[in-house]
């Protein structure tokens, strides 16, 4: 099982906050860096210095590091345009080497949107305009440089596309899609996905969804080993129980709910619970960071977590 770090800068973090957690997520051998794509705090925090957009930053990371995987968890598709989003990703990739990674959903944080006038459709809608994001998106990195790109799109329609810029990644980035929905979800996952995540999901209840993927993926005649299957967990490893009780204190959780709802606890704890969801078929999980500053956290996961998986 691969281990990666995935951060929230909506609560507050600027960009040196987040390449010193990049830079040593790397230096530890942790798979990826990821962040959320929010505008918005969640909460009572008061979210300063403010938000930072996700795909700027990735931009900013990919020159100032240099072997760990980039990506988002998830980038909003009511944040950006396709076209647009897919030159930006593809810019991003090629700024780094081939290490950017597109999650990308619905956007469902409504609050977010009228905070900063930005058009919030019904979730039906919303997934149309995913689905169709996501046709252009990969139809426009996977056209043949050279050729052009058409589609006839209720939403997003495209005609006579040069689809450039390319990625650095052929015939594209990895695109992870997730989340419960017992239908649409699964669909999209079995036609578009690399990687299907579920973010803070039980064992149980994340068997029961990769089932449905894996269903889905039957129904167009899709291997579902070709699908990474991951989940997305918030961190809480402690060398005892003061530790743990400490880490706990700082993101204002407590530790007893935090062992049933996330990953926490001494690290043979968190290497327990790891194999559970292992067992289901699980690949990967993101470590949701929520302390920014603590980045011995980092290293005792590195040292007495990932050497065991």
Request: glycine residues 10%; aromatic residues 8%.
């Amino acid at each position: 099982m691969e281990l990666r770090i995935f951060t929230e800068p909506q609560q507050g973090a600027s960009y040196d906050q987040l390449l010193a957690v990049a830079r040593r997520a790397e230096e530890t051998g942790f798979g990826a860096f990821f962040r959320s794509d929010h505008y918005l705090k969640m909460g009572s925090v008061t979210g300063e210095p403010g938000p930072t957009d996700a795909w700027t930053t990735l931009a900013g990371l990919a020159r100032d590091t240099t072997r760990i995987r980039l990506g988002t968890l998830m980038t909003a598709a009511t944040f950006r345009l396709p076209g647009p989003l897919a030159i930006t990703v593809a810019q991003v990739d090629q700024m780094s080497g081939g290490r950017v990674e597109l999650g990308i959903g619905t956007g469902w944080y409504a609050e977010e949107h009228t905070a900063y006038g930005i058009p919030f459709p019904p979730l039906a809608e919303r997934f149309d305009r995913l689905e169709e994001q996501l046709a252009v998106i990969t139809g426009l990195w996977e056209t043949p440089v050279g050729a052009t790109f058409d589609f006839p799109g209720k939403y997003y329609p495209v005609s006579d596309s040069p689809a450039l810029p390319k990625p650095t990644q052929q015939p594209r980035p990895p695109i992870l899609l997730g989340g419960t929905g017992p239908r649409r979800t699964p669909r999209l996952a079995a036609r578009y996905a690399d990687e299907f995540n579920l973010p803070f999901a039980s064992v149980e209840d994340s068997a029961a969804q990769f089932q449905r993927v894996r269903n889905a993926c039957g129904e167009i005649d899709r291997d579902p080993s070709t699908m990474v299957w991951s989940n997305a967990l918030v961190l809480c490893c402690g060398r005892d129980e003061a530790e743990v009780a400490r880490r706990a204190a700082a993101i204002g959780r407590e530790p007893a709910e935090l062992r049933e709802n996330g990953l926490a606890g001494t690290p043979a704890e968190i290497v327990e619970k790891l194999g559970r969801y292992a067992a289901i078929g699980s690949n990967r999980v993101y470590l949701q960071v929520l302390d920014l500053a603590d980045l011995d956290h980092l290293e005792l996961v590195a040292a007495e977590v990932m050497g065991q998986l």
